[in-house]
């Protein structure tokens, strides 16, 4: 059974960093494409970045420059490093793993950017 599951969220005040976390067990990471998702209050969820099963990277326009995804083949958990966090960055965020046609999503964590 795959499983993720998500933590590092928290409360932090804007220009702020915090660190994501997706452990993923049932499944070896480097086989998948990884993507880190966010939904805030009354939105829809949106795509936030990806790192696909070769490594390679890609932002929305929103985060670039400001966040870095990443991945630990060794310890299987795929990272969001989040710098310059502003007000509009407060969500949960997700971590979703596409492998073939399956779709795994973790639980979410929630980000608070505020003074």
């Known amino acids: 059974q795959v499983q993720l599951a998500e933590s590092g969220g928290g409360l932090v005040q804007p220009g702020g960093s915090l660190r994501l976390s997706c452990v993923v067990s049932?499944?070896?990471?480097?086989?998948?494409?990884m993507g880190w998702f966010r939904q805030a209050p009354g939105k829809r969820r949106e795509w936030v970045a990806g790192?696909?099963?070769?490594?390679?990277?890609s932002y929305f326009s929103t985060v670039q420059d400001r966040f870095t995804i990443s991945r630990d083949t060794a310890g299987n958990t795929a990272y969001l490093q989040m710098s310059s966090l502003k007000p509009e960055d407060t969500a949960v965020y997700y971590c979703?793993?596409?492998?073939?046609?399956?779709?795994?999503w973790g639980q979410g964590t929630q980000v608070t950017v505020s003074s």
């Open positions: 979703r793993l596409d492998w073939g046609a399956n779709i795994y």
């Open positions: 049932g499944l070896t990471l480097s086989a998948a494409d």
């Open positions: 790192i696909s099963i070769k490594g390679g990277t």
